[in-house]
């Protein structure tokens, strides 16, 4: 691997700083991140709120059944980013077979459950091989790695159920004086709206912290590729998202 092709500063790191890394370079790269984002995201969050009238529980549930799909887009702009390449909403849509239906029934059935989904769904989208060679891979990728995947899948669910309770606290500050809401009559008697308050708190955490989490599994990935391959992993990259 050409080091000096990387827009990331790649050198040996523990798991967790890396992690970091991925967290910076979403941040560095965040106008592309977040419109590709939303070009998947919107018509999810339209469809969840329109599940609302079957149940008031299901746009939740699909919104958090989505997520492995959502993670999809954000893996395609951050592997061009790691070699400089900006990416546009149109060079998302070209990509769109192989970004959003490639490994279709595996992103929205058992994926959902993994705890390790950011560290790994790098080797389901940018690796191109078959099944069989995923799950060979995914095994060697992971190994020694698990703890500190497990540490940052549990470090952004505490920040994301942070940033829910944050945002629907405001139903409290900015309520007139001596009329807050009382949390338990808002629960039982107006339970409709403290179902869609809550809702939206969640599409707003999802909505901002996603790619955050992404990235950071990303990172993760090319820290692991790194020490496992010296760092052959340009021209995989590279054939993952050419024209």
């Not at 008031?56 to 799909?69: M, N």
């Not at 309770?165 to 709206?193: I, Q």
Request: hydrophobic residues 55%; positive net charge; glycine residues 2%.
């Amino acid at each position: 691997m050409r080091i000096d092709a990387l827009a990331l500063r790649m050198r040996p790191r523990a798991p967790l700083e890396a992690a970091d890394l991925g967290a910076r370079l979403c941040q560095t790269t965040a106008r592309s991140v977040y419109a590709c984002y939303a070009v998947a995201y919107l018509p999810v969050l339209a469809l969840a709120i329109a599940s609302f009238e079957i149940a008031q529980w299901l746009p939740i549930v699909l919104l958090f059944w989505a997520k492995p799909w959502l993670d999809r887009s954000v893996v395609f702009v951050l592997a061009r980013a790691a070699f400089g390449q900006a990416t546009t909403v149109g060079d998302l849509w070209r990509a769109r077979r192989d970004v959003w239906w490639r490994h279709w029934w595996l992103t929205w059935t058992w994926r959902r459950l993994s705890p390790w989904r950011a560290f790994t769904q790098p080797v389901y989208q940018l690796e191109g091989l078959s099944l069989w060679q995923i799950l060979r891979r995914v095994k060697q990728i992971k190994s020694r790695q698990r703890g500190s995947a497990l540490l940052m899948m549990l470090a952004f669910l505490f920040a994301e159920i942070c940033l829910v309770a944050a945002v629907l606290s405001l139903l409290w500050w900015f309520a007139p004086p001596n009329e807050a809401p009382d949390l338990l009559t808002m629960m039982f008697e107006g339970a409709t709206f403290f179902t869609a308050a809550t809702f939206a708190s969640y599409a707003i955490a999802v909505a901002f912290l996603h790619p955050f989490y992404v990235a950071a599994g990303f990172a993760m990935y090319l820290n692991r590729r790194a020490e496992l391959e010296a760092w052959d992993v340009e021209q995989e990259l590279r054939r993952a998202f050419a024209a």
